[in-house]
């Protein structure tokens, strides 16, 4: 019996969450900033194939116009092969420091994906909260007709005056104009949010009634967050490079054969008449002025102390936007449990108004003041669901448990 009353108690709650997630999956699933971010990726990941190879193999021929003349016989043409051969390590190296550009391209893609995934959330939200206005104060207007209907029963027997019926129908008239602007906000909300779900324009289907849970458990822990996550990428990428600096300012090694036709000497007759000639060759490239392999070095190292700064800096601007989100929050809450309340007792008020109007002692001025009050406290309480669950959305951006 307890399971099955805690699984009626959260089942809005899960229903309100799935419907949410769904909105969020087309998101990502047709973002076109998203889709790019994918390519990139490939991209980046290609690049480990480019890296895993060696420079291009050199081919030559030569033709001697003047042929010059050995003991053996004159030469006719040349034919040369050279391959250079980078240090040993070194193409492990460009693949570790070209697969450590993936994982920043990966950690930029989340960051992306989970900001969608905020905006998203932020912008549901907010047409909740226009979808809930816009049902409470049809609400008050149809509450205002049925008090116009008794002031005009109450004309007929003398006991209300025509100024009463006016001042009724003038704050229908107000709260009909809130109306017409609250449904504007809402088209354009919906447009915004189509934009970033990247469709065709369609009505957005919000859960009827949102219900902020009772328990709020999160796993408060921003160190592995993905912007935090970024600079420790790019740090080991800056590590990386600097590894492949050093094998790049190592010798070069080159490998090579020369191959020299030689024509026969018809006139005379020996062992290597016409032998041709084959030439192994073996060369080294030595960056013997490398000031430039120190200038990268020295940029390097440059460079991880400003990555150390900016994570830092990243670190202490996560660590206050979750201290807001978390505060705000608990503030929704706390307003929406005082709202509540207060809302109780202004039904409590109207009933009171209600009686009295049994007995013919009716306050037109006391309905039109706590009609007022009882409007303030359900927009009230709509706003307070609504900043719960906004700032809700911003702690599961910052938290590990909207990966």
């Known amino acids: ?47 480990i194939n480019e890296v895993n190879a060696l420079s291009d193999t050199e081919f030559g021929i030569g033709y001697f116009i003047s042929e010059p003349e050995t003991r053996t016989g004159a030469q006719k043409f040349r034919v040369s092969v050279r391959q250079m051969i980078p240090w040993f390590g070194t193409i492990q190296s460009r693949k570790d420091y070209a697969g450590s550009m993936v994982s920043v391209e990966e950690a930029d893609l989340e960051i992306a994906r989970r900001n969608l995934k905020l905006n998203v959330s932020q ?44 001042r009724l129908k003038m704050r229908q008239n107000d709260l009909e104009e809130q109306i017409k602007i609250i449904r504007l906000q809402l088209d354009a909300l919906r447009i915004s949010f189509n934009k970033l779900l990247n469709t065709d324009d369609e009505n957005v289907d919000v859960q009827d009634t949102l219900i902020i849970p009772m328990q709020e458990t999160e796993n408060i822990d921003i160190t592995l967050h993905p912007e935090l996550q970024r600079y420790d990428k790019f740090a080991e990428s800056i590590s990386n490079s600097e590894a492949l600096n050093q094998q790049e300012s190592a010798p070069k090694l080159g490998f ?27 060369s080294f490239s030595v960056p013997i002025f490398n000031k ?27 660590d206050s936007r979750l201290s807001s989100a978390l505060n705000e929050r608990t503030s929704a809450r706390i307003k929406f449990e005082t709202q509540s309340d207060n809302l109780s007792q202004a039904q409590d008020v109207e009933e009171l108004l209600l009686k009295q109007y049994e007995t013919g002692t009716i306050d037109f001025d006391d309905v039109l003041d706590i009609q007022e009050i009882r409007l303030k406290i359900q927009i009230n309480l709509i706003v307070a669901v609504s900043s719960w669950f906004k700032h809700d959305a911003v702690v599961k951006y910052l938290t590990l448990n909207n990966q």
């Open 123 to 166: 912008v549901y939200f907010d047409i909740y909260e226009l979808k809930e206005k816009l049902e409470v104060l049809q609400q008050n207007i149809d509450l205002l007709e049925v008090y116009r209907t008794i002031a005009l029963n109450s004309i007929e027997v003398g006991k209300a005056s025509a100024v009463e019926v006016l």
């Open 292 to 318: 430039k392999y120190r200038s990268v070095s020295r940029q390097n190292e440059l460079k991880q102390e400003q990555i150390s700064f900016d994570r830092d800096a990243a670190l202490n601007d996560l």
């Open 256 to 282: 090579g054969l020369d191959y020299v036709s030689v024509q026969e000497r018809p006139d005379m007759d020996f062992s290597d008449n016409g032998k041709d000639i084959v030439m192994p060759m073996v």
């Open 1 to 47: 019996m307890k399971n099955i009353i805690a699984i009626l108690l959260f089942l809005p709650v899960l229903v309100q969450a799935q419907k949410l997630e769904d909105y969020q999956n087309r998101a990502l699933k047709n973002n076109p900033e998203i889709q790019s971010m994918n390519s990139s990726i490939e991209i980046a990941e290609e690049r």
